[in-house]
């Protein structure tokens, strides 16, 4: 059910009602593909942001690629450390359209003192920052799919400027697709990531909305496997606030990648 539309410089912006999603149900698409509803946006959210910045353990600066919506944002700032929040997003309609019609997405994020929503191009401000020799803990990629407009951000040459932005201890994190329908796509940004990085650890959850398994994936530097896995051997370090999906007896199981989608996705670590 149509709630709004409208057509942007960059895309075509439209809120939907899904009945079959209940109370939740409202949900937005650009340029016809569905981004994020109410009822499970936080699924991809929690499992691109969380893992990473636990790892880290002190994240203070976080740069999200895209992200307007607010509900990357919205989880970075769910950890203490946290000190600054940059929202590059392309689309200034994207964030006001979210604001009118699905404001529980970003939760206050973009009124939050830390957080800082800059309109434009991301591949600028990521050219601008590594001009100033600026760093970052965490950089995280809330972005249309690899296949569209996005596509030159998530290729091996851009993903080596971001590297280049990180801090100590600093990683990246992103969504890498459907394994099951888009299995060249999700293999090709691997390879890419595995070309740049010396640690890529892939993981899935089921997103609702998507119909399907969906990829995300951790990529650092400096961080690997036992950085990430040491999470659940001590879960009382975990102390965040409303979320919904991850958890510390769930964090295993994400990076658990089943036998079947070995061959995309590779072992963790790889």
Not at 222 to 237: F, G, H, I, K, M
């Amino acid at each position: 059910m149509p709630v709004y539309a409208t057509t942007s410089p960059h895309q075509h912006i439209e809120i939907v009602d899904l009945p079959a999603f209940g109370e939740l149900g409202r949900a937005y698409r650009l340029d016809g593909r569905f981004m994020a509803s109410l009822a499970d946006a936080h699924i991809c959210h929690e499992c691109m942001v969380h893992p990473l910045l636990l790892a880290h353990g002190n994240a203070r600066r976080v740069l999200i690629l895209g992200g307007g919506d607010g509900g990357s944002a919205r989880e970075a700032l769910r950890h203490a450390s946290v000190l600054e929040v940059v929202v590059a997003e392309l689309d200034a309609q994207v964030p006001a359209a979210i604001l009118q019609y699905m404001p529980a997405l970003a939760d206050g994020a973009f009124d939050d003192p830390r957080t800082t929503l800059a309109i434009g191009d991301a591949r600028d401000l990521v050219d601008a920052a590594l001009a100033c020799g600026e760093h970052f803990d965490a950089i995280l990629f809330d972005l249309t799919e690899a296949d569209g407009n996005a596509a030159s951000l998530h290729d091996a040459a851009f993903f080596a400027k971001v590297r280049d932005l990180l801090g100590p201890r600093g990683g990246i994190a992103l969504q890498l697709g459907a394994p099951w329908y888009e299995g060249a796509q999700v293999r090709r940004m691997l390879d890419a990531l595995r070309s740049v990085f010396a640690c890529v650890l892939p993981m899935t959850a089921y997103v609702p909305l998507y119909g399907t398994q969906w990829a995300l994936a951790i990529a650092s530097h400096s961080l690997n496997a036992s950085d990430v896995a040491a999470l659940t051997e001590n879960s009382s370090s975990v102390a965040l606030q409303g979320v919904r999906h991850y958890s510390p007896t769930r964090h295993a199981a994400l990076f658990d990648i089943p036998p079947e989608l070995s061959a995309i996705l590779g072992p963790i670590g790889s």
